[in-house]
């Protein structure tokens, strides 16, 4: 089973950046896919982008296109989202969680971290 740890949360301003890193530990396979989903209170756990291990696709939900940024580090085993130009509807736990490939249903990921807070406000 795969352990993931995330970091990289905290406060930022209204237009600010953070760079969150989810890191896998325990049995890790060559062929698997990392997805990041986020849980704003009292709403449903969106899912907003993934990566494979293995080809390297990805994927990028419509609200964080061109704002967020998925890469991987295969030797650190660790997965990183850039997050710019973030907004106070993006206040969230953001999650990472391993899964068999890259699709944006969380029913298909199988490890999940615990989370890290972000939240977006002047």
């Known amino acids: 089973e795969v352990q993931l740890v995330e970091s990289g949360g905290g406060l930022v301003q209204p237009g600010g950046s953070l760079r969150l890193s989810c890191a896998a530990s325990?049995?890790?396979?060559?062929?698997?896919?990392i997805g990041w989903f986020r849980q704003a209170p009292g709403k449903e756990r969106e899912g907003i982008s993934c990566?494979?291990?293995?080809?390297?696709?990805?994927y990028y939900a419509d609200p964080v296109k061109g704002r967020f940024a998925i890469s991987k580090d295969n030797g650190k085993n660790t997965v990183y989202l850039q997050m710019n130009s973030l907004n106070p509807e993006e206040t969230a736990v953001y999650y990472c969680a391993a899964g068999p490939y890259c699709r944006m249903v969380d029913a298909i990921y199988n490890s999940w971290g615990q989370g890290t807070q972000v939240t977006v406000s002047a």
């Open positions: 990566i494979s291990r293995r080809d390297d696709a990805i």
């Open positions: 325990g049995f890790i396979s060559d062929d698997y896919a």
